[in-house]
């Protein structure tokens, strides 16, 4: 059974930071490219960043153009893991944070078919 697994949310305050784990089992995602998303209620699911897997293809990492500098995006392949560093929080940044794999990552959520339970960041003014 393949389980993404985040962890790392909580509460913070303004302008401090967080760091995000998407752990996977079940299979091997080093070839897949995987995504970090965020939701709050009532609005859409939000891209936040991915990167590209490997399996040949030139690695890269996509940002939100709103998030760039202070969102980064890692893997550690051994531990089959993604990260999410965040930084510079702001109040706006609360939602629940999804990850997400795909055999090729976008910036569109229906192209994910492997997604995690969600782990909440709540950032305070």
């Known amino acids: 059974q393949v389980q993404l697994v985040e962890s790392g949310g909580g509460l913070v305050q303004a302008g401090g930071s967080l760091r995000l784990s998407c752990a996977a089992s079940?299979?091997?995602?080093?070839?897949?490219?995987r995504a970090w998303f965020r939701q709050v209620p009532g609005k859409e699911r939000e891209f936040v960043a991915a990167?590209?897997?490997?399996?040949?293809?030139?690695?890269?990492?996509d940002y939100a153009d709103s998030l760039k500098g202070r969102f980064t995006i890692s893997r550690d392949t051994a531990k089959n893991t993604v990260y999410l560093q965040m930084s510079s929080l702001k109040p706006e940044d609360t939602a629940v944070y999804y990850c997400?794999?795909?055999?090729?990552?976008?910036?569109?959520?229906?192209?994910?078919?492997?997604w995690g339970q969600g782990t909440q960041v709540t950032v305070s003014s």
């Open positions: 997400a794999a795909a055999p090729h990552s976008t910036r569109d959520p229906r192209n994910y078919n492997y």
């Open positions: 990167d590209s897997g490997g399996g040949g293809y030139t690695y890269y990492a």
């Open positions: 079940g299979r091997t995602f080093s070839s897949y490219g």
